[in-house]
């Protein structure tokens, strides 16, 4: 089965401009639009997509209007649905026209039909597994090394946007598309404060963003698992549990790493459960904290204010206390490793 939807090689040299990753997963993109029609569809229809900003402090939010993503901005995630309904993850369950690639011969790098940006790829592992990033953040780190030309790679957990928390995977967008990956020249500098140097390691908390996170900047990868580590001892420590953090995550590489961690208070705001005109429904994930807020619904779309933008983040983002708690408490840890 999982041979069967390995792209040939063939095909995918005709589409593939060389022999990296990233120029694969192009030249996936570019097969499938032309031979799968739900794809070439919905790619399409992105020209039609609308798009506001608004401007903050030295950064901006940008908001979406996206019909496309109601399926996933109103997924149900509760134990229950996700036991009564197949898993679109698994390869058995494909489309009939979905191609993948075989990516180090444990994930499928798969074009995702239901697009947020005009090049948009799920990557699923071969296995039914959770999803679950202690032990597979190094997995991440290699494919934002491996799509870095072109790509950023993002993480959603299980509780906060993942809408397969049953099966493990990654996403992978166009590189520079969401806001704060243009903004971080600026954020780092202005609005972050440096929790560890090392020789090869960064680390930085960052706040007065509308979203508190922090950032690993790394040449090493083995540096970059340590030090991601202690932030989740930190933060488990400090909410006193064992279970993974709520959290999203986004992976930047050009000639070294930068991940952008983001714990979360809650999945979704108040604003997405009442009924009424004051609903709005937003579903926060790594794209919206990384800038780029998604409304399926119009009306959402062109009623939502900068206050309501506002208030989805600080409702949905760990409180400062919070934040600057895990701060001290991986400061402590970073340092007794390092000692």
């Known amino acids: 089965m999982h041979k069967f939807r390995i792209i040939d090689e063939q095909i995918i040299s005709r589409y593939s401009s060389g022999n990296s990753v990233a120029e694969r997963v192009k030249g996936l993109l570019a097969q499938q639009k032309e031979n799968w029609e739900l794809a070439k569809s919905n790619y399409s229809y992105l020209k039609n997509v609308r798009k506001k900003y608004f401007e903050f402090d030295q950064f901006r939010i940008a908001v979406q209007f996206n019909p496309g993503r109601m399926i996933s901005s109103s997924a149900k995630v509760d134990t229950k649905s996700i036991e009564e309904r197949t898993c679109f ?3 058995e369950n494909l489309p009939h026209e979905q191609r993948a690639l075989n990516y180090n011969d444990e994930y499928l790098i798969l074009v995702n039909p239901f697009p947020i940006f005009d090049e948009h790829f799920a990557i699923p592992t071969f296995i039914h597994q959770p ?5 597979n953040f190094s997995s991440m780190l290699e494919l934002g090394k ?3 030309k072109y790509y950023s790679v993002f993480y959603n957990g299980p509780k906060c946007g993942a809408s397969a928390p049953d099966h493990l995977h990654f996403q992978a967008c166009t590189k520079n598309i969401m806001p704060i990956e243009n903004e971080l020249g600026r954020i ?8 560890y140097e090392g020789a090869n390691t960064s680390v930085y908390a960052s706040k007065n963003y509308l979203r508190n996170f922090f950032v690993i900047e790394a040449d090493d990868k083995r540096s970059a698992i340590s030090q991601f580590n202690h932030l989740q001892n930190a933060i488990k420590e400090v909410l006193d549990t064992s279970e993974e953090p709520m959290m999203n995550i986004i992976v930047l590489y050009e000639t070294s790493w930068k991940i952008l961690v ?3 208070e809650k999945h979704r705001p108040s604003q997405y459960f009442i009924d009424g005109y004051d609903r709005i429904l937003i579903s926060p994930a790594a794209v919206d904290f990384g800038g780029l807020l998604i409304t399926p619904r119009e009306e959402d ?23 600057n708690n895990i701060g001290d408490k991986y400061s402590n840890i970073a340092r007794s490793k390092k000692a």
């Open 89 to 91: 993850l698994c390869v």
């Open 131 to 135: 999803q679950e990033i202690i032990d």
């Open 301 to 323: 779309f062109n009623k939502i204010t900068k206050d309501d933008i506002k208030n989805i983040f600080d409702q949905t983002s760990i409180s400062e206390t919070v934040f």
């Open 146 to 148: 491996d799509l870095g």
């Open 262 to 264: 983001f714990f979360r």
């Open 188 to 195: 780092i500098p202005n609005k972050a404060k440096v929790l």
